[in-house]
T-cell receptor, first 111, second 114 residues
Framework: ELKVEQNPLFLSMQEGKNYTIYCNYSTTSDRLYWYRQDPGKSLESLFVLLSNGAVKQEGRLMASLDTKARLSTLHITAAVHDLSATYFCAVGETSGSRLTFGEGTQLTVNP | NAGVTQTPKFRILKIGQSMTLQCAQD?????MYWYRQDPGMGLKLIYYSVGAGITDKGEVPNGYNVSRSTTEDFPLRLELAAPSQTSVYFC?????????????FGDGTRLSIL
């Protein structure tokens, strides 16, 4: 059974600071997704990572995937208040279309 | 584009009642999914479908049923609602279900069972 663990689950940081969210998973997979969810809203796709060593960046967010370590990171650079949200990683099963989601990291960026 | 449309947005049910949550997508996606999200938690897969006429169980299917008679629609049926089914339900779809296509999510249905 595929298990996905994120840490930290809660993160409070100051504007301008850097931080990293970690996503570990238990079995082999070569695709990982990051989503953002604002309170009371739906999930918005941020990144799709499909191979070992994949790195993608959008604005102040950068995601990477290490399939050998079964680890993905979401790095936040110079955080701003607008990044406050819950971030989920989701790992795809190796054969098939199903995703397993982590519990989410609730990020609060304080002025 | 409307994307993935879920109705209703909110609903309160009494224990033992039944209802159908509607999900429709206009992107011609062949893969569709139903998830539930409990407070402060991630999403858990209830059922999914890889095409019209084909459905399969996810992680938490008990107490739910689905059907997929068309590519566009994927309704979720709750029979004999229980308080444990109080949750936010999300429908999602994707083009192939594979690799480089993220799942696109609807706005969710917030369901309370009292």
């Amino acid at each position: 059974e595929l298990k996905v663990e994120q840490n930290p689950l809660f993160l409070s940081m100051q504007e301008g600071k850097n931080y990293t969210i970690y996503c570990n998973y238990s079995t082999t997979s070569d695709r990982l997704y990051w989503y953002r969810q604002d309170p009371g809203k739906s999930l918005e796709s941020l990144f799709v990572l499909l191979s070992n060593g994949a790195v993608k960046q959008e604005g102040r967010l950068m995601a990477s995937l290490d399939t050998k370590a079964r680890l993905s990171t979401l790095h936040i650079t110079a955080a701003v208040h607008d990044l406050s949200a819950t971030y989920f990683c989701a790992v795809g099963e190796t054969s098939g279309s199903r995703l397993t989601f982590g519990e989410g990291t609730q990020l609060t960026v304080n002025p | 584009n409307a994307g993935v449309t879920q109705t209703p947005k909110f609903r309160i049910l009494k224990i033992g009642q039944s209802m159908t949550l509607q999900c429709a997508q206009d992107m011609n996606h062949n893969y569709m999914y139903w998830y539930r999200q409990d407070p402060g938690m991630g999403l858990k897969l209830i059922y999914y479908s890889v095409g019209a006429g084909i459905t399969d169980k996810g992680e938490v299917p008990n107490g739910y049923n689905v059907s997929r008679s068309t590519t566009e629609d994927f309704p979720l049926r709750l029979e004999l609602a229980a308080p444990s089914q109080t949750s936010v339900y999300f429908c999602a779809s994707s083009w192939t279900g594979l690799l480089n296509q993220p799942q696109h999510f609807g706005d969710g249905t917030r369901l309370s069972i009292l």
